[in-house]
């Protein structure tokens, strides 16, 4: 059995924070670059941020600053710690492994295994 299993998430006001978890099982992270995405209420999934296997991040503009990405690959975890959260920050948040062990993916095509996401709400 193969799953990446979100969660973590929740309904927050606008300023507050959440942190996400990702925990893997039937499959190791350690060796692999990890990413978010998130899909909002009539719009398509975009790429939130990601992490290679020794810890260096990459983020998308708009939540570069606010969200922090980080991985325990002992526990075979990989998380995402929100902050200052507004509402077009709602949306459905996946995690995802990457498909290259060299490199770090910032679209959907780069990742091979999904979850199946945890919904973050921000009210204003």
């Known amino acids: 059995q193969v799953q990446l299993v979100e969660s973590g998430g929740g309904l927050v006001q606008a300023g507050g924070s959440l942190r996400l978890s990702c925990a893997a099982s039937?499959?190791?992270?350690?060796?692999?670059?990890m990413g978010w995405f998130r899909r909002a209420p009539g719009k398509e999934r975009e790429f939130v941020a990601a992490i290679r296997s020794g810890g260096t991040p990459y983020y998308a503009d708009s939540v570069k600053g606010r969200f922090t990405i980080s991985r325990d690959n002992a526990k075979n975890t990989v998380y995402l710690q929100m902050n200052s959260l507004k509402p077009e920050d709602t949306a459905v948040y996946y995690c995802a492994r990457g498909r290259s062990i060299l490199f770090i993916p910032d679209t959907a095509g780069g990742y091979d295994y999904w979850g199946q996401g945890t919904q973050v709400t921000v009210s204003s």
């Open positions: 039937g499959l190791t992270l350690s060796s692999y670059a």
